[in-house]
């Protein structure tokens, strides 16, 4: 990479991804070790809402909910207004600032001392709710704009950005990759290791990376997750003041502040419709991934899981990052042979295949090669319908719709499934102590096999050169 401009580009895409792909993946089970309750709400909101629905408010759905609703709140207002009023690198080097210090917090924050007599579900009375999801809440709503922003500067600072965005996005997805790799190190029981004394550097190396935290002491050392995702984030702020200077975007004449508003007219396309609400599907499918797959791959072979070392989960679930790589780079191809429909369908399918395997067949190997089928996950329905949505509409109304399915990609579909899987996991499927897997898994399983039939019965967009003018009349009317 001989452009310099385009090495601090490419170095700030990994450094932006790093940060969200240290902390998200083990903040599943690292909630409950916390006393912090799947199905009550905390006491404010307990008291307004019917106790049928306390689970969509509980503890847990509130701070995992945290980035969603910051991603909607940035998508439709934080994002446009950081556009037009503060150069990017400053937007971004003080969001990352104030969000890697509330990392720190988070840190900071302990486990109360259990309590006798708790029911199951039943919220630990000292659990630091309060704390948590306020500095949760504080580094969302400053990260999520800065996803965008740092989106802007690459595009600003591009001569030609089809032929080098597509390399400096990649960015993004190797430093989510990276993010995983020092907690092989760092969730390792160094007194086992200590103990075992292992000679030369070969076998101190397998006998550290063999020896996993378990249990509680796995539990209170995920707090290094928001300490080196802290790191990275005032790295990044201090990196970001040596980006080049993007001011703020000039409002056009004429321009519509809130053209998002504009957007859900789309929605009167059938075909638009259809790929809208197959968009929210997959993406619950999605995020159920992220909240049950740590936890499946810690737990014992014996209570139903995969046995996976805790040191090796991000490690293993990164491999599908990896292939995320590998994938995109034969996208177009697929794209070309098999068509729009086809290719977003295998891309819902590789969802209900990875499921089927966790649900049928919960061999470690099994386990950690169908990672691979994330690649497949993410670039033949998500990247898919960000081409299609750039590819069917005319340029006034293209940001509109992008802003429409990120609206459920990364803010309702994501909201669903935070605010159900916790829990599912650990109420619905929680039974003598531990989760059955089995049945839990059909759930997204079963959800990803109707939405890949739903598209493909009822997903027909028009000839290419008619989407133009039926977005513009959608617009219009």
Known sequence: MNNPIRFKLFLMMVLELFIWGAWLPLIYGYLPSLGLSASVPPHALAAIIPQKLWFLFSQQSLILNAFPIAAVIGMFFSN????????????????????????????????????????????NPHAPFALFFTLIFVHCLLYVPTISIANSIAFANMKDAQKEFGIVRMGGTIGWILAAWPFTFILVDWDKVHAANPQGIVNWLGTALGSGLTGQALQDATRWTYIVAGIASLVLAGFSLMLPHTPPKKISEGE??????????LLRQPFVLVLWLVTFVDAFVLYSYFNWTGGFLLTS????????????????????????????????????????????????????????????????????????????????FFATVYIFVDEYFPKDVRASAQGLFNMMILGMGFLAANSICPYLSQSVFW?????????????????????????????????????????????AA
């Open 256 to 265: 519509d502040r809130f053209a998002w508003l504009e957007s859900a007219k």
């Open 431 to 475: 039974k003598a102590g531990v989760v059955n897997f089995h049945t839990m898994f059909l759930v997204p399983l079963a959800a990803a096999s109707v939405a890949a039939i739903a598209l493909a019965l009822f997903f027909h967009p028009p000839p290419k050169q008619q989407p133009a003018p039926a977005a513009q009349a959608a617009v």
């Open 301 to 380: 072979v014996k209570d139903g899981g995969v046995g996976i070392a805790g040191n090796w989960i991000m490690p293993v679930m990164s491999i599908g990052q990896v292939a995320e790589i590998l994938t995109m780079l034969v996208l177009g191809a697929t794209l070309k042979r098999l068509g729009w429909r086809a290719t977003m369908v295998i891309g819902i399918l590789g969802h209900a295949a990875r499921f089927s395997v966790y649900a049928f067949f919960p061999d470690p190997t099994a386990v950690v090669i169908v990672q691979v089928l994330h690649g497949i996950c993410y670039a033949f």
């Open 80 to 123: 446009q207004y950081a556009d037009r009023h503060f150069s990017a690198e400053k937007f971004l080097a003080f969001s990352h600032l104030v969000g890697g210090l509330a990392m720190f917090g988070i840190a900071t924050i302990k486990a109360p001392a259990p309590v006798a007599g708790l029911v199951p579900g039943e919220p």
